[in-house]
């Protein structure tokens, strides 16, 4: 394991702060306790994609420039007694997940299932948090959203898909509960960024150029990404050899659940431009579902049965080299092990932003270590 050269920062000092700088730009404290809390989930599983890293530039920058809404305003447009249909109004994504979640979970506690849709959303954070929810009260969630555009089809070459998680949350009867959370992408831009920093090329077959062939220079990439003249292929990888159709059909089950059950936009429309190019509220679709196996054959059996699946697949015959088999959630807990006590390892640039906002806001009573 790499050693850490990046300075820790305490959880309770990045939560308050992020919570009093939330606060301060317009939204009520008990919901940036939970946007701040979001954040710091990802965080806690060592998933710095969707961190504190996002706390200014798709948070702090996009509530300062009008496109994302401090005060969430939910609206029920549709509701029965095992599913909902939510609008955000621009608001905070994670707060209308919260919302639909809560909502589900009860329903789910009394019919056994229970499924929410929310449209006019924007980026509702780590989505394993959201299935972490359905875990904490015994249950099994499964979530995903839609996102701007920045995936091709197989055989196309146009950014069309965003990179649409498709996550899942599991019980067991171990210290960690079973979660996938990935992108339907076989990769993403903060990958393609450190291979820029590092001077590394991109594995051929993770990048479409617009003239049907793979990309490698991570430098070049990354303009021709933001140009629309390059793309990300869906898990598997460009064509069909390894399967990339599998990630662009999942890829797609996001994108029409993330739309179509809430009546909501998709594909190009979720660009957040105007023709003129100025910027607007991105109108976010996420879809939620949450299954209770108390309705099957209760919780305990389920727990066991999961949890023994996930210790013979650890158990079972390593590659030569290998020292160790890992199920989906079980780095995520090393990481938490490892942090737990210490806080966030925090990057240069984060250092940066953190102290331009508690500037800005003039969040004095705040003090990091790095400084």
């Not at 938490?336 to 508690?358: L, M, N």
């Amino acid at each position: 394991m790499t050693q850490e050269t990046r300075p820790y920062v305490g959880w309770k000092l990045l939560d308050d702060f992020m919570t009093a700088a939330f606060v301060k730009l317009g939204v009520p404290e008990e919901e940036a306790r939970l946007c701040a809390d979001v954040l710091l989930e990802s965080d806690r599983r060592g998933i710095e994609s969707h961190g504190c890293n996002r706390f200014k530039p798709i948070y702090v920058d996009r509530i300062r420039s009008g496109i994302l809404n401090p005060v969430t305003k939910i609206d029920i447009l549709k509701e029965t007694p095992t599913t909902v249909v939510l609008d955000a109004n621009d608001g905070m994504g994670m707060v209308a997940s919260k919302k639909a979640m809560d909502m589900i979970i009860e329903k789910a506690g009394i019919y056994g299932l229970g499924m929410a849709a929310v449209t006019n959303s924007s980026h509702y954070g780590i989505a394993g948090y959201w299935a972490g929810l359905a875990v904490k009260a015994g249950m099994i969630g499964v979530t995903g959203t839609n996102a701007r555009p920045s995936i091709a089809p197989t055989f196309g070459v146009e950014n069309m898909l965003g990179t649409n998680p498709l996550t899942f949350g599991m019980p067991t009867d171990e210290e960690f509960p079973f979660m996938l959370d990935c992108a339907t992408s076989i990769t993403q831009n903060g990958k393609i960024e450190y291979y820029a920093r590092i001077g590394h090329d991109t594995p051929e077959g993770m990048v479409i150029g617009r003239d049907g062939k793979p990309m490698t220079d991570s430098v070049q990439i990354l303009k021709d990404i933001r140009s629309k003249k390059a793309a990300l292929a869906p898990l598997g990888g460009i064509g069909e050899t390894l399967a990339g159709y599998k990630g662009y059909g999942y890829a797609t089950v996001v994108e029409i659940l993330s739309a179509a059950l809430q009546n909501g936009i998709f594909l190009k429309d979720l660009e957040g431009k105007n023709p003129d190019g100025s910027a607007h509220p991105y109108h976010l679709g996420h879809f939620f579902l949450v299954i209770n196996p108390e309705f099957f054959m209760g919780l305990d059996a389920f727990k066991k049965t999961a949890g023994e699946i996930l210790r013979q697949l650890r158990a079972s015959e390593k590659a030569p080299g290998q020292e160790r088999i890992y199920t989906a959630g079980e780095k995520e807990w090393d990481v938490w092990q490892q942090r737990k006590d210490r806080g966030v390892p925090v990057t240069e640039a984060v250092q940066k932003e953190f102290i331009q906002v508690r500037d800005e806001l003039g969040l004095t009573e705040f003090a990091f270590p790095f400084e």
